[in-house]
């Protein structure tokens, strides 16, 4: 029979053991796959196959970004991975990651790789996965294509060439554009246009450039079916024969290409004068200085970067490999197709990401506001482009002041507030 004293030391022995287990586990913190469903699908599907325990732990931003400091500041951690968007590594000192540049895994794409090396000369974060807009058609259009023209490599002037014959020969003008209320069309001027005409989104906001930008796409509105300022999810417009060449996020288009995988093509978002503009929504994966284990970190790492491996995240998370990939035939056709038009789009020689804003806080929507507003005005209401963009200025000044975030791919990097050139 045992006495106290041997009960309390076994109960302190096997509380040692239990903290070791525990603490031999790789604590993965996320932004990421946080719904229920697709954190259980992660530690069931994605996880499961690593040669080790993995705690995965999703959480909204505030408190991963909290936990995360708290350790930081105090020397000593256990988060060994962590999985967040770009914007939130962005926000940190790299001098708080561990250098990944000598671990030989990264994204196909070096634009995303640039991305992750936070303006040092290594990798701050590997990239991670992705998701992002596309462009869409009809293949009734692709007869009407410029000669010429690559529908994976087009051009602005190509794409308004193309809509343009398009509707000669229909009799009907064909390009749709989700600028109704619900529609995210402020993502096309902030990632799309913008970039690809101005190389930036924010200091280029009322330049030059800019105003090409805008008179090309009023060039293209002459083609655009003029409901599309009622329109939200262009799926809708493609299934309904409305519109034969779209534009939105791969989310808002995957019930076309799932109900008609035969009839529709997906394809990269086009180039203007400063490369292929495209706005992806990129996490990567990285190591705090403080991770307790650094080299199961990058085993996690390495497993999670695993082409197979990818896939399996694609079909829990819905987000896109970042590596070379072949795509299973039993994913819905939606994925396959968006899937290779991501491929193409972020490994384009000539892409330019134009990333997500960041650092705005509660002044998102008033950010957003601004390019809606720009948009209204100079398309739908037909005021002159340059007195629009010189007085909404002003307006995308005072927020980017008040709020004091730094600017962001691809405008130039800055200390404090992004300004407004």
């Given amino acids: 029979m045992f006495t106290r004293v041997q009960m309390l030391g076994a109960a302190a022995a096997l509380a040692v053991s239990a903290g070791d287990v525990a603490q031999a586990d790789v604590l993965f913190w996320s932004t990421q796959a946080r719904p229920a469903e697709e954190a259980q699908a992660m530690r069931d599907n994605v996880l499961d196959g690593f040669d080790g325990e993995v705690d995965f732990q999703p959480n909204e931003d505030g408190p991963w970004l909290t936990r995360l400091r708290a350790e930081i500041e105090s020397g000593t951690g256990t988060i060994d991975v962590l999985g967040s968007l770009h914007g939130n590594f962005s926000a940190m000192n790299p001098d708080n990651l561990v250098d990944l540049g000598d671990m030989g895994v990264m994204a196909a794409s070096e634009t995303f790789n640039d991305l992750g090396r936070l303006g040092t000369d290594t990798l701050q974060y590997i990239p991670w996965m992705q998701a992002t807009y596309l462009m869409a058609a009809n293949?009734?259009?692709?007869?009407?294509?410029?000669?010429?023209?690559?529908?994976?490599?087009?051009?602005?002037?190509?794409?308004?060439?193309?809509?343009?014959?398009?509707?000669?020969?229909?009799?009907?003008?064909?390009?749709?554009?989700?600028?109704?209320?619900?529609?995210?069309?402020?993502?096309?001027?902030?990632?799309?246009?913008?970039?690809?005409?101005?190389?930036?989104?924010?200091?280029?906001?009322?330049?030059?450039?800019?105003?090409?930008?805008?008179?090309?796409?009023?060039?293209?509105?002459?083609?655009?079916?003029?409901?599309?300022?009622?329109?939200?999810?262009?799926?809708?417009?493609?299934?309904?024969?409305?519109?034969?060449?779209?534009?939105?996020?791969?989310?808002?288009?995957?019930?076309?290409?799932?109900?008609?995988?035969?009839?529709?093509?997906?394809?990269?978002?086009?180039?203007?004068?400063?490369?292929?503009?495209?706005?992806?929504?990129?996490?990567?994966?990285?190591?705090?200085?403080?991770?307790?284990?650094?080299?199961?970190?990058?085993?996690?790492?390495?497993?999670?970067?695993?082409?197979?491996?990818?896939?399996?995240?694609?079909?829990?998370?819905?987000?896109?490999?970042?590596?070379?990939?072949?795509?299973?035939?039993?994913?819905?056709?939606?994925?396959?197709?968006?899937?290779?038009?991501?491929?193409?789009?972020?490994?384009?020689?000539?892409a330019n990401p134009g990333l997500l804003p960041a650092g705005l806080g509660e002044m998102g929507g008033d950010f957003n506001r601004v390019y809606v507003d720009t948009f209204e005005r100079i398309i739908l209401g037909g005021q002159d482009i340059r007195t629009v963009l010189d007085d909404q200025k002003g307006r995308l000044a005072e927020i980017m002041q008040e709020t004091g975030a730094p600017c962001w791919a691809p405008d130039a990097p800055s200390d404090g507030a992004c300004p407004v050139e």
């Fill in 139 to 350: 293949r009734e259009a692709l007869q009407y294509l410029p000669e010429g023209a690559d529908i994976d490599a087009l051009s602005y002037d190509e794409l308004i060439a193309w809509t343009a014959n398009v509707e000669e020969a229909t009799g009907e003008a064909k390009f749709g554009f989700p600028a109704g209320p619900d529609g995210l069309k402020h993502r096309f001027f902030q990632g799309y246009l913008y970039p690809s005409y101005t190389n930036g989104v924010v200091r280029t906001f009322a330049s030059d450039a800019a105003v090409t930008a805008w008179e090309a796409f009023r060039e293209l509105w002459e083609h655009t079916n003029p409901a599309s300022t009622n329109y939200a999810f262009m799926q809708e417009q493609l299934l309904s024969g409305d519109a034969w060449i779209v534009f939105d996020h791969s989310s808002r288009l995957a019930q076309a290409f799932n109900e008609r995988p035969d009839d529709f093509v997906a394809f990269p978002a086009p180039a203007g004068p400063e490369g292929r503009g495209f706005m992806p929504v990129l996490a990567g994966l990285a190591i705090p200085e403080t991770a307790p284990d650094q080299d199961e970190a990058k085993a996690l790492i390495e497993y999670l970067m695993k082409p197979e491996i990818q896939i399996e995240t694609l079909r829990a998370t819905g987000f896109f490999p970042v590596v070379n990939v072949e795509f299973p035939d039993d994913l819905p056709p939606s994925v396959q197709a968006a899937g290779a038009a991501i491929s193409a789009m972020s490994g384009a020689p000539d």
